[in-house]
């Protein structure tokens, strides 16, 4: 029994504020970044889904809105080039050049 116990047992066993010893530290630390890795990358993940899910549900909820308040642009929403930069600049360009 008393090989078992040294005096750095007896001596946390009496204090528990007394200094792990150093392997422990270092395991315990490096299983606290595992975890924070690992929970981390989790939590980076759920955090993007989470996002995807606002985000599609506002323009869900946007086009239902605009097509109960009949204020839906059929055409526009069907039109693969609404938005995009080279509409943008033809339509707002002159049709003729400014003298």
């Known amino acids: 029994m008393s090989a078992l116990l040294n005096s750095r047992h007896v001596e946390t066993a009496l204090n528990p504020m007394a200094a792990p010893e150093p392997r422990h ?7 606290a970044m595992l975890v924070e890795i690992v929970l981390g990358g989790v939590d980076r993940l ?42 943008a600049t033809r ?6 050049p400014v003298s």
């Open 91 to 96: 339509d707002s360009l002159p049709s003729h």
């Open 25 to 31: 530290l270092t395991r315990q630390v490096v299983i």
């Open 46 to 87: 759920l955090d993007m889904m989470r996002t995807l899910t606002n985000v599609t549900g506002d323009c869900a909820v946007g086009c239902i809105v605009a097509k109960s308040e009949k204020a839906f642009g059929q055409a526009v929403f069907d039109d693969a080039a609404a938005g995009s930069v080279e509409a």
